[in-house]
């Protein structure tokens, strides 16, 4: 037993109450698992005793297992042993839910011969989200309740149920509107002693071509990783196997997955993400009210940040500087909620409401009313430094200012104010609604209460807010810039762009960066190389690829032509031979021989280019810990989640390797490189 007790029990009516309390949300630890055994015990022991009520203390049921015992060997008592005395047990056992029941917590209520839960309870399977399945009966019991189909989608999909969904699905026997432990109670009473194991229950066999049609699709969803493929598999075993022999292939498969690579790389998003937010001590102050915010520029950015802001139930100023652009900005967000209401994804009352609360102006004066303002007109210095003194003259005082630049000098932004110790960079990643990661970039003279209202307002919208220093690209951008430049050097060196996408793909990646550059359009970056044209080092490695392409018009996608062409009205990218020829010209022009790269080697540059960068950010203080710089990249920029970052990637590499790596990195990149610190990425 543990030292601090975990599991209490008390009686109430001839029925023994075993609360769990373990906070902040009751995981399921080794001290768990031994308490609700030995109640357990406890209920069968004693006479006196008819049923039990397992609950959890404070704000949840057990919300899932305590994570870090999965990358070690699991201490007796394990779930199973817990799960077998529960329906051993010759007596009733009701869980009783109330905040959430996830993953082991869920499969330890479905041991229980009844569950009965609180309004709005969170119920699901997230095992699959951390590279492994569920392995304590979750894929057999769960489809004996709802059926092979639904079971298989919710082991396979990780999603979060309501308990009045899970009530409809018969996961749950009753939604409690009053007193939770006291509806267990009398539920429990109600059983007469009868025991109701689900394991006793059959599954109704389905249909093989609706089967095979979910597990396909599940699997696309899923990546197809090998734990998608695993867990389909283990739902599949429900109809086919008796249950214990189900249950013991389940926990195999589930001991290997949480040792292998995908496990220990989704385990270390899982925390890197939780780190990220937390604020040392000296920011970790109140944060300003935000209920109310004006967004300047109702563009790309601008709409999709208010949208995000409606949907967190703020109300919203958009400010535009002429009349059309504005109606035109309004317009998408009325046309975004209309269309949601249709494909029947939102209410049509919550869709009025949030259009409701969107307001749009001309008129500076009206930013005297909200508390945070956001700043997402065109990237041009002058043009921001010019709005920010009109927001300064308007804006009340104290009102957090933010921008959303991609690259410019927050600083600079900044000192166009009266009260730059107001201002802040949020650097939001398109489409702004749907993109979890936000950079909350620190100015000079940034207050923790700026930086603490700009984490709060960023955690409030959905995001996982990044704090970084104000250098240039801030994290992601200067880490993308740094691996874009790779891969074009690699077009230098013999290889095209379809091989590197391909590459780059196989590894993970949700777009090749050729692809993504077209998307995005080739006259940005085209753009900022001719503003440094003149200060760029003669000497320094240039590719001229990029250049030579918008000089013949190949914007990318939008002009149906870039790295590679698009037929009208096609999405699909076809590889165009001018494009190779360009290519071949740029090789000899610089007297290089054209070879052949592996997969590997792409994909060895390209992420040692990220990790390099990232050793200089770490340097110079614009990341202010390791695991920022994977969350970023997998949030923002498609890195493959289940390799769990750039660094993380780096961290399964040993030392020599690492040094070899950064060794012929700098032989590709030539005059100039500047070598990062390898030892600052340690995770
Ligand atoms: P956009 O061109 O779509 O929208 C800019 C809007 O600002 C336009 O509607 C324009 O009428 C308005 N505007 C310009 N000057 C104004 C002024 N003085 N007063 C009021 N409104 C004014 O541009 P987009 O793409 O939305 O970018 C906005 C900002 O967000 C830029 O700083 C950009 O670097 C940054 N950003 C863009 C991302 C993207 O993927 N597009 C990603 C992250 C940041």
Redesign the pocket.
Known sequence: MSEVKLVRTECVDQVLVIWIDNPPINAGSLGVRQGVLDAVAQLQADPALQAAVLIGAGKTFVAGSDLREFGQPLQEPQLPVVIAAIEGCSKPVVAALHGAALGGGLELSLACDARVAAPGTRLGLPEITLGMIPGAGGTQRVPRRTGLLKGLELVCSGERITAEQAHDLHLVEQVVQGDLLQGAVAFAKGMQGRKQRIRDEAVAPVDTAAWDALAQQLLRKGKNRPNVAAAIEAVRWCAELPIDEALAKERTVFQNLRLGRDAFALRHQFFAERQTTKLPATLDVPALPFAHIAI???????TGIAISALDAGLRVLL????HA?LER?LQRVRDFYDQRVTAQKLSADKAQARKAALQGSLAWEDLAAVDVVIE????DLQ?KQ??FARIDQHARPGAVLAT????LDIDAIANATARPQDVIGL????PANVMKLLEVVKAASSTPQAIATAMALGKKLGKLPVLCGNGFGFIGNRIYNAYRKQVEFMLEDGALPEQVDAALQKFGFAMGPFAVADL?GLDIAWRMRKSQAATRDPQERYVSILDALCEQGRLGRKTGAGYYSYAEGKKSAAVDSSVQAVIEQASAARGLPRRTLSDEEIVRRALMAMCNEAALLLAEGVARQPSDIDVALVQGYGFPRWEGGPLFWLSQLDAATQASMQQELAEHVGHGFVKGDLHLLSI
């Open positions: 300047i520029g109702a563009g790309t950015m601008g400010l535009e500087q002429d652009a900005g997402a007109v065109f990237e043009v010019q709005v959303n630049t991609s690259y650097h939001f990643f398109s995005s």
